[in-house]
């Protein structure tokens, strides 16, 4: 099986809003048909990729470059781009899979079991059943009802075994409303394979927002590190992710010296890519001098809201000999999760010592890492 993706986006719909066509308008900083064309780009078992254009976008940068595939000019109508894509596809091809370029989440999974399914089929589209009650309205009012059984509703990619399809538009008489009534009205078989109710098609504002959720749920993760180190000096207890833990010694800083709630703090700032508790809190500025580290932690928090991010957890490792972390470490989790909005099973405090080697081990100084992950829902 050789198989070939055509993907139509030579539509002029906007009913989704906007002056553009629903498929070049952006989602998460991207025009929608490029997650498609990713998608198919990305899958093993395709081979090549046909993008059909409206003729007046071939010339403009509002379909996306950088991939592997051949663009043609599409018809008036549907079945008139689809004919153009056939034409493109390769002398090798077996199969084709069929997409709409406004349906931007499909997955490798949903084209998995279509490829299967034309194995031994001629063709092969994914539908999900209806559920809701069906009924006939007008003017406002219920006319009637409508039995739901046996009634699916359609989605793509839609495949067929290449040469019956060939054939099937070759006998077209140009009044079907899609590849499935072509390839029906010449008696090719076709199966139906579970769709995927994510697998939307783009066309009213709201499914922007839909999509826009789901994509971004898959995409928008951040991973930030923080690591930081302490000197002790004298004193009878060391602040450790917001913890007074009695000791026989104290952090030196500028600030409380907490040197886990620090790390963490790094780590937000990191994973937005703004910087360091330094540059929002200079050393310089004798106003932070002797400042609970308390108050970095909830500016990276609130800076990472702003930014639309979510923390999803943190994780930070203490590396010290003494105090003992172990007594404390509920706690810690405690506190750090009510600064940063979470529930405590989001935080991890955990401590190491290091084999009494080095700085920490010889008891100079406490060193704090912190993993943080945020995710854009
Ligand atoms: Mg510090």
Not at 26 to 50: L, N, R, T
Not at 298 to 307: G, I, K, S, T
Not at 350 to 357: C, I
């Amino acid at each position: 099986m050789r198989t070939a993706a055509i993907i139509v986006a030579a539509g002029r719909g906007t009913r989704a809003g906007g002056d553009l066509p629903k498929q070049w308008q952006h989602i998460a900083g991207k025009p929608v048909a490029a997650y498609a064309i990713a998608q198919f780009a990305s899958h093993p078992k395709i081979h090549d990729i046909v993008l059909v254009l409206h003729p007046y976008d071939i010339a403009t940068d509002r379909w996306p470059r950088g991939f592997d595939i051949t663009v043609v000019e599409g018809g008036e109508t549907r079945a008139a781009s689809v004919a153009a894509g056939l034409a493109a596809v390769d002398r090798q091809t077996s199969h084709l899979l069929i997409h709409d370029a406004a349906r931007p989440l499909v997955t490798h999974e949903l084209i998995d079991r279509i490829l299967g399914a034309l194995e031994t089929h001629e063709g092969a589209v994914p539908a999900l059943a209806v559920t809701d009650t069906l009924w006939y309205g007008a003017d406002g009012q219920v006319q009637g009802g409508q039995p739901r059984d046996g009634l699916f509703r359609a989605q793509t990619p839609q495949g067929f075994a290449l040469d019956p399809l060939r054939r099937a538009h070759a006998q077209s008489s140009g009044d079907e409303t899609d590849d499935v009534a072509v390839a029906r009205a010449a008696g090719l078989d076709v199966a139906i394979v579970a769709g995927d109710e994510d697998n939307i098609k783009i066309t009213t504002p709201a499914d922007f927002a839909r999509a826009e959720r789901l994509l971004g749920n898959a995409m928008d993760i951040r991973v930030g590190n923080g690591y930081d180190v302490h000197r002790f000096g004298p004193g009878n207890a060391v602040w450790l992710c917001g913890v007074a833990v009695p000791h026989t010694r104290s952090l030196k800083g500028h600030s409380d010296a907490d040197v886990g709630m620090h790390a963490v703090t790094d780590a937000i700032y990191g994973a937005l890519g703004m910087g360091d508790i330094g540059q929002h809190f200079p050393p310089s500025d004798p106003h932070w001098k002797g400042a609970a580290s308390h108050i970095f932690l909830e500016h990276a928090v609130a800076l990472a809201a702003e930014q639309g991010y979510q923390i999803s957890n943190a994780d930070c490792t203490l590396v010290c000999e003494f105090p003992k972390v172990g007594p404390h470490q509920a706690q810690m989790k405690a506190v750090m999760a009510a600064y940063m909005g979470l529930q405590s099973d989001r935080i991890s405090v955990k401590a190491t010592t290091s084999e009494r080697l080095g700085f920490t081990g010889r008891e100079e100084g406490i060193a704090a890492l912190a993993t943080v992950t945020l995710v854009k829902p």
